[in-house]
């Protein structure tokens, strides 16, 4: 069974910080990883999606790498802003066993980005 | 639609009673998943949908639960004789294509349900 684990739990940090956000997943066998991000009392938002195959992906100030063997991904956020307050949450999607076709969500860290 | 539709967007009801929560899908999409989020904890997953069959519904918590979806398109979360432990966020995400082929899946806003 796939289970996903997201460090730091929770992140505050002044404006202008790059930061880094780490997941790891126990089950390598994956068809791609995604990243999202929570908004209190909102849905999820679809940040970057990393195929199996891939390395890495960039949107904006976002860059999302993804080690599979090991089990790793890390998400980049550059010059952070206010509004990149949220939960951001990472989703290995399985393509073996009982994970097969199903995202696995980490409980997510709680960025904080203060002015 | 633009986006992933769910409704009701709050729901209180009172333990014993069923309930039924809506989602529609972005237009096109053939793949549909609920998620259930309860309060502090992470997602997990209920059930998936193609087109308009469930290859899995292994997620789903009880008996009490069921799921449909008709003509490729709306889907109903049903619960019956609700309990407190219902109380949570269910969350609906479509994709274009089963998520396996690698297409980005996307969320509606949820349906936040209070049993009292």
């Known amino acids: 069974k796939q289970e996903v684990t997201q460090i730091p739990a929770a992140l505050s940090v002044p404006e202008g910080e790059n930061l880094v956000l780490n997941c790891s997943f126990t089950?390598?066998?994956?068809?791609?990883l995604q990243w999202f991000r929570q908004d209190p009392g909102k849905g999820l938002t679809s940040l970057l999606l990393?195929?199996?195959?891939?390395r890495e992906q960039t949107s904006g100030r976002l860059n999302a790498s993804l080690d599979k063997s090991s089990g790793r991904s890390t998400l980049y956020i550059a010059a952070s802003q206010p509004g990149d307050s949220a939960t951001y949450l990472c989703a290995p999607l399985g393509a073996g066993g009982t994970s097969y076709g199903k995202l696995t969500f980490g409980q997510g860290t709680i960025l904080t980005v203060h002015p | 639609g633009a986006g992933v539709s769910q409704s009701p967007s709050n729901k209180v009801t009172e333990k014993g009673k069923d309930v039924e929560l809506r989602c529609d899908p972005i237009s096109g999409h053939t793949a549909l998943y609920w998620y259930r989020q309860r309060l502090g904890q992470g997602l997990e997953f209920l059930i998936y949908f193609q087109g308009n069959s469930a290859p899995d519904k292994s997620g789903l918590p009880s008996d009490r639960f069921s799921a449909e979806r008709t003509g490729e398109s709306v889907s109903t979360l049903t619960i019956q004789r609700t309990q407190q432990e219902d109380s949570a966020v269910y969350l609906c995400?479509?994709?274009?294509?089963?998520?396996?082929?690698?297409?980005?899946?996307?969320f509606g806003e949820g349906s936040w349900l209070t049993v009292v």
């Open positions: 089950d390598s066998a994956i068809y791609n």
């Open positions: 990393i195929q199996s195959s891939q």
């Open positions: 995400a479509s994709s274009l294509v089963p998520s396996y082929q690698g297409n980005t899946i996307y």
